[in-house]
């Protein structure tokens, strides 16, 4: 009798198959990058060791506009004229305006003496009323009554149009807001203007302002700054005394730095130019136990151990974009956040959000305040 072999050599092959199976390797896991919020703990001495470049502007400007429609009649200044403030500047042909204002006048004369007349028939009724009841109805005095009142809201309507007429020939005289220079003008005279277009353009540069940017990782220095001292390229050799007026609070998306608005007054012997450009050094507060060196991180970076009662922060190894957990030594809150005199070094990165979350060791991407991964 022939026997089939092949059913026996397919039952020899299953252990073999499970084997080779077996053999093979489990895939491992792949460790999830979490994504954080950090910066680079900036050097204090940053702020005090480098100037920052600056334009200068003058700390009022504006472009000046007509309220009203109508051709320019009088456009007595011209680029560089020195004004001083209420000072004519342009006029729009006020014809229109004076007709307007002569007809809301005669309109609340004709009010005035219709109300003045109801004024007096109301009263008349009343006194009929008064000495005989029969003699004059509920019904008429109630409608006297209510011509009265009538006209009297008419008055006050009427006087209000002639508050308005005479705004509006008011505002075909366009003057000086503040004592200034003309540094532009956009029209020619018996041009025809439309209200709220650009007329010309005046600056006060009694004061002068310059805007320097400042990187994010040194901006909380700022409140540190004892002095400013502002050089310009044009006035070699001379220093001019400067304060802080203004420290912008939203970094720039592109550059990562942050607005501070210098200003400072008009030196007599020199005249100080909206456009110059310059740079500005920043002298630091000199306090009592090197409080001027000391670092300053986000309060939000810092966690606490309840048990230990200590505080921490998340160090970022560049390297190996790993998290370790490290001891720190603060002083006090600022208002810029937070002063730490121990534990942490310049240029060293922590996680500055969601460091409740973190875990030793844990793989992190470095990620800025707008979200897009460095």
């Known amino acids: 009798m022939k026997i089939n072999a092949r059913p026996f050599s397919f039952i020899l092959l299953i252990p073999l198959i499970f084997t080779l199976f077996s053999c093979r390797e489990s895939p491992k896991e792949e460790e999830v990058v979490r994504a954080v919020k950090a910066i680079q703990v900036a050097d204090p001495s940053l702020i005090r060791s480098r100037p920052f470049p600056g ?4 700390e009022n400007r504006v472009n000046l506009s007509f309220r009203v429609d109508g051709p320019l009649i009088e456009f007595p200044v011209d680029v560089g004229d020195i004004v001083k403030k209420k000072e004519a500047l342009a006029r729009i042909d006020p014809k229109d305006f004076e007709v307007a204002l002569r007809n809301a006048q005669a309109n609340l004369e004709k009010a005035k003496a219709s109300s003045a007349f ?10 009929i009323q008064k000495a005989d009841p029969g003699a004059i109805s509920e019904s008429l005095v109630d409608r006297k009554r209510q011509d009265r ?32 220079i003309v540094v532009a003008t956009y029209f020619d005279n018996f041009e025809y203007v439309r209200a709220k277009q650009s007329v010309l353009r005046m600056l006060d540069i009694s004061r002068v302002e310059m805007v320097v940017d400042i990187p994010e990782h040194i901006i909380s220095y700022i409140p540190t700054v004892k002095q400013v001292i502002v050089r310009l390229d044009v006035i ?14 939203e970094a720039s998306i592109t550059t990562r730095t942050y607005p501070v608005t210098l200003v400072m007054n008009q030196p007599e012997d020199v005249q100080i130019f909206a456009g110059m450009s310059g740079e500005a050094k920043f002298i630091g507060k ?4 090197g409080i001027i060196d000391a670092l300053t991180i986000p309060i939000s970076s810092v966690f606490s151990d309840k048990e230990a009662q200590k505080s921490f922060v998340w160090i970022i190894d560049e390297d190996i974009h790993r998290v370790s957990r ?13 002063r730490v005199v121990e534990g ?7 996680a500055i959000a969601g460091v409740h979350y973190l875990r030793e060791g844990q793989l992190v991407e470095i990620t800025d305040f707008t979200g897009v991964t460095e």
């Not at 109801?118 to 006194?127: F, I, K, N, Q, T």
């Not at 008055?155 to 508050?163: Q, Y």
Request: aromatic letters at 6%; a negative charge; glycine letters at 8%.
């Open 344 to 350: 942490l070094s310049p240029g060293e990165w922590i």
């Open 118 to 127: 109801a004024e007096r028939d109301y009263a008349r009724a009343l006194r």
């Open 286 to 289: 000199a306090k009592p136990g």
């Open 326 to 338: 490290r001891e720190v030594t603060v002083e006090k809150v600022s208002p810029t956040g937070l």
């Open 55 to 58: 334009v200068i502007r003058a």
């Open 236 to 249: 070699p050799g001379r220093e001019f005394s400067a304060d802080i007026k203004e420290i912008g609070t």
């Open 149 to 180: 009142n009538r006209l009297r809201a008419e008055v006050n309507s009427l006087e209000a149009e002639l508050e308005a007429a005479s705004d509006q020939l008011e505002y075909t005289n366009l003057r000086a807001p503040f004592d200034g």
